[in-house]
């Protein structure tokens, strides 16, 4: 399975974000299958910017399935898009990319797999306990938002959460546009833009802590992409067009105070408000709690707020 060439403004784009942040090593999963399009068209991305990627996700689609971990079972049907024959093992590597592996089981499940199969094979030195040469983990982009009162039924929020636990920083992406699509098949615009938009986050994340102390220990960030609409009615297809505005998961009524920002009185955007503002394109950045799902407290927000302040906007 190849990835089809991206349009060369947003490469372009891809490339521009790229260039403030270094290279590092990246594993990525989701809940929506390895040979789902989304997921290996921002494995490209990220490889073509010269970060060192791993993929380890489930062999097929286990959407829903939260934070379930399960050893993982040979093979007796083939994988998702017939991207693997039967019978088959419980674990195996794409023949066209030896950084790419399904894992039998949930998401998990597939997560844990890379750091103990794939990162020391490709970190130089291992994964070792906790996952030390695993820099960051990026799971998604969803297919499907990830907002509110679904974040905590999401494999691909459980498998960031997961990296979160094994003392990795990690980002959950989700996109309101597609449907399940094997990689291989015609890329679509969506799932490129998505690509481009999430490795513009990496991009922040990885430039504002050089050091490698990404983000606050015990959060992820939950990123959510509005809809791509094309032909009549247009609307977001161009990279350009989106920003990223801090926002919350849960409503918050009773919860603390929020961080100062935008001169919201002291409580963020949920994520839902933020995704369907009308008249832009505007991705929303919530600081989750890895102990809960849920919004991460003031202090933790300030902390990533005051790391990626020059990259979020405000709404209008």
């Not at 594993?27 to 380890?56: C, F, K, M, P, Y």
């Not at 998401?107 to 040469?133: C, H, R, S, Y």
């Not at 094997?182 to 799932?191: C, D, I, K, N, R």
């Not at 504002?208 to 606050?216: N, Q, R, V, W």
Request: aromatic share 6%.
């Amino acid at each position: 399975m190849k990835p089809s060439q991206p349009f060369p403004l947003l490469a372009a784009a891809a490339a521009a974000a790229a260039t403030s942040a270094h290279a590092i090593n990246i594993l990525q999963s989701n809940d929506d299958g390895w040979a789902e399009t989304n997921i290996r068209t921002l494995h490209a991305t990220l490889t073509n910017q010269s970060h060192n990627v791993i993929l380890s996700a489930p062999a097929d689609n286990k959407s829903g399935s939260s934070s379930l971990d399960s050893p993982p079972l040979p093979r007796l049907t083939p994988c998702q898009f017939s991207s693997c024959p039967a019978p088959g093992p419980a674990v195996a590597t794409d023949p066209e990319n030896p950084r790419a592996q399904y894992v039998n089981s949930f998401p998990v499940t597939a997560l844990k797999a890379g750091i103990n199969d794939l990162a020391p094979l490709f970190f130089g030195g291992g994964g070792g306990e906790g996952g030390q040469k695993v820099q960051l983990a990026v799971t998604g982009p969803n297919v499907g938002s990830n907002l509110d009162i679904q974040v905590p039924f999401s494999g691909t929020v459980g498998a960031a959460v997961e990296a979160v636990k094994q003392g990795i920083p990690a980002l959950a992406f989700s996109g309101r546009s597609g449907e399940p699509t094997a990689f291989g098949e015609q890329t679509p615009l969506y799932a490129r833009l998505y690509a481009d938009l999430a490795a513009e986050v990496v991009a922040a994340v990885t430039a504002a802590a050089p050091e490698g102390a990404f983000l606050p220990e015990g959060v992820w960030l939950n990123v959510n992409f509005p809809e791509v609409v094309e032909g009549e009615g247009e609307r977001c297809t161009q990279a350009g067009e989106f920003r990223f505005v801090l926002s919350r998961i849960n409503p918050g009524i009773l919860s603390g105070e929020d961080v100062e920002t935008c001169g919201n009185g002291g409580r963020l955007p949920t994520e839902r408000s933020v995704v369907d503002t009308e008249g832009g394109c505007f991705v929303s950045v919530s600081v989750g709690d890895a102990a809960d799902k849920t919004t991460a407290d003031k202090e933790a927000q300030e902390a990533v707020l005051a790391r990626l302040g020059g990259f979020l906007s405000c709404l209008p």
